[in-house]
C-alpha cells in the first residue's frame, strides 16, 4: 500500500473495500469501505495526486483500470465494463477523464 494512502485511509479498511472488489467493482461501495467519502476535500487531492500516475492533473482511463492497485500492489486490475461505468460516473463534464474536482464530488456522493 502507498505510504501517502495509508497516513490519509486505515489500511483495514482498505483491505475490506478490496476484499468487496473481488467479486465486482462499484465505486460508491469502494469509497464507501475505504473511508474516502469520510475524508476532506485536502485529502481526496491528496489521493487524487497518487491515482494520477502521469501527474496529467486527470485520471485517465489506463489509470482508471489499475485504480484498485493503487491501494495495494496485489490487486486486480477493473474490466473494461467496471472502468468504463466508473469514468461515465465521475467524468460530469464528458471530456473523457476525471479531474481533481469531479474526483472530490464522486468520492462523496456515496
Do not use: W
Not at 467479486?23 to 475505504?34: D, E, L, P, Q, Y
Not at 491515482?51 to 496529467?56: E, I, N, R, V
Not at 467496471?82 to 473523457?96: I, M
Amino acid at each position: 500500500m502507498s505510504s501517502e494512502i495509508t497516513s490519509i485511509l486505515n489500511p483495514a479498511d482498505i483491505t475490506k473495500a478490496l476484499e468487496q472488489c473481488a467479486a465486482g467493482f462499484h465505486h460508491t461501495a469502494f469509497f464507501k469501505a475505504s473511508g474516502l467519502s469520510a475524508k476532506s476535500d485536502a485529502e481526496l487531492a491528496k489521493i487524487f495526486n497518487v491515482l494520477d500516475g502521469d501527474k496529467s492533473g486527470y485520471i485517465e482511463v489506463d489509470e482508471l483500470k489499475d485504480f484498485l492497485k493503487c491501494f495495494s500492489a496485489g490487486a486486480r486490475t477493473l474490466n473494461e465494463k467496471e472502468t468504463n461505468d466508473f469514468l461515465a460516473a465521475g467524468d460530469s463534464d464528458h471530456d473523457g477523464k476525471i479531474g481533481v474536482d469531479e474526483f472530490k464530488s464522486m468520492a462523496k456522493q456515496t
